[in-house]
């Protein structure tokens, strides 16, 4: 009985998970196109991140998180000073 309680528990967290992981690219696009970017940059952000919303488990968010820690990505969110 515990392993089924503990299944449902991370169906629910995964089920949430992919919920936000997809609000968060059609903010992501909305912004790109509000922001009259060209739209290739567009496409091509669209076609790198859908297979990223599909692939990926709640309990391996840590790979993200951690890709974004990392100098290639962190001036962004230092914002426009370090420009």
Do not use: C
């Not at 968010?61 to 951690?66: E, Q």
């Amino acid at each position: 009985m515990e392993g089924n309680k503990d299944l449902l528990i991370s169906n629910f967290h995964q089920e949430k998970y992919l919920a936000e992981l997809y609000t968060r690219y059609i903010l992501a696009m909305m912004a790109l196109a509000d922001n009259d970017t060209p739209k290739d940059i567009i496409f091509f952000a669209r076609d790198y991140i859908r297979p990223n919303l599909i692939e990926h488990h709640y309990d391996d968010r840590d790979v993200f998180i951690n890709r974004y820690k990392d100098e290639k990505y962190s001036w962004i969110d230092k914002g426009r000073e370090t420009n």
